[in-house]
């Protein structure tokens, strides 16, 4: 059972960057998907970056594009989301996911199933 911790959130300004960091342990990551979800107050949960098991394919969703990048080091056994150019509207909960089933990523952002393993997440506020 993999178990995953997330960290680097925090306060930023408009324009700035962070680096959001998922550590796994109880199990390799080199057999999952890897997820980044975020849930701003009142809205449902959305799917921000996801990558395959290689990292050879990610996958973004539209407001992130060229903004952000997902990136993994199994050998670390951690996943990276860089963010940049934040925005305001970035503001939220971010939750790292992994799951072995699903075929491609953009199916495990679109959460097209259940996602089966989640930290505890990890807050963002874009504020200035």
């Known amino acids: 059972q993999v178990q995953l911790v997330e960290s680097g959130g925090g306060l930023v300004q408009p324009g700035g960057s962070l680096r959001l960091s998922c550590a796994a342990s109880?199990?390799?990551?080199?057999?999952?998907?890897i997820g980044w979800f975020r849930q701003a107050p009142g809205k449902e949960r959305e799917g921000v970056a996801c990558?395959?098991?290689?990292?050879?394919?990610?996958y973004y969703t539209d407001s992130v594009k060229g903004r952000f990048t997902i990136s993994r080091d199994n050998a670390k056994n951690t996943v990276y989301l860089q963010m940049n150019n934040l925005k305001p509207e970035d503001t939220g909960v971010y939750y790292c996911a992994a799951d072995l089933e699903f075929t491609t990523v953009h199916a495990m952002c679109a959460m097209l199933g259940p996602v089966d393993h989640w930290g505890k997440g990890t807050l963002v506020t874009v504020s200035s």
């Open positions: 109880g199990s390799t990551l080199d057999y999952y998907e």
């Open positions: 990558i395959s098991r290689s990292g050879g394919t990610t």
